[in-house]
C-alpha cells in the first residue's frame, strides 16, 4: 500500500513563502513520477507542478511559473514545492500525487492531468493573508 504523507501547510502573509513536502512510502520511488495540485473552496482542483521521476523535467501551471519550483529527492523519498511571492489567490488545499510507470517509459515524463495519477496525498491547508 502506497502512502503519502504531506507536510502541515500554514498561514502566510502575502508575499511570504512556504515549502511543502510530501514523503511517499510502500512503493520503489525511483519508478514513481510525482506532481503537485490544488484545490480552492467551489473550485475544481487544479494542476501546480510535477517532476519527472529522472528529475530532468519539470513543469509548472502558468500562474506557478517562476514563483514555484518542485523538487525531489529520491534518496529520502519525498518531494517538496517550494512556495515564494505567494498570493491571496494561491489559498487553497494543496495535494500531493504519484504516478507509477512502467518499464518501458524513459522516466523523463511529466504528467499534468489528475486522472494520470495513481495515488494521492491528504491534503494541506495553505491560506495566504492580504
Known amino acids: 500500500q502506497v502512502q503519502l504523507v504531506e507536510s502541515e501547510g500554514g498561514l502566510v502573509q502575502s508575499g511570504g513563502s512556504l515549502r511543502l513536502s510530501c514523503a511517499v512510502s510502500g512503493r520503489t520511488f525511483s519508478r514513481i513520477a510525482t506532481g503537485w495540485f490544488r484545490q480552492a473552496p467551489g473550485k475544481e482542483r487544479e494542476f501546480v507542478a510535477a517532476?519527472?521521476?529522472?528529475?530532468?523535467?519539470?513543469y509548472y501551471g502558468d500562474s506557478m511559473k517562476g514563483r514555484f519550483t518542485i523538487s525531489r529527492d529520491n534518496a529520502k523519498n519525498t518531494v517538496y514545492l517550494q512556495m515564494k511571492t505567494l498570493k491571496p489567490e494561491d489559498t487553497a488545499v494543496y495535494y500531493c500525487?504519484?504516478?507509477?510507470?512502467?518499464?518501458?517509459?524513459?522516466?523523463?515524463?511529466?504528467?499534468?492531468?489528475?486522472?494520470?495519477?495513481?495515488?494521492w496525498g491528504q491534503g494541506t491547508q495553505v491560506t495566504v493573508s492580504s
Open positions: 517532476i519527472s521521476r529522472t528529475r530532468a523535467t519539470t
Open positions: 500525487a504519484v504516478k507509477f510507470e512502467g518499464a518501458y517509459d524513459t522516466g523523463n515524463d511529466v504528467y499534468t492531468k489528475l486522472r494520470q495519477y495513481d495515488y
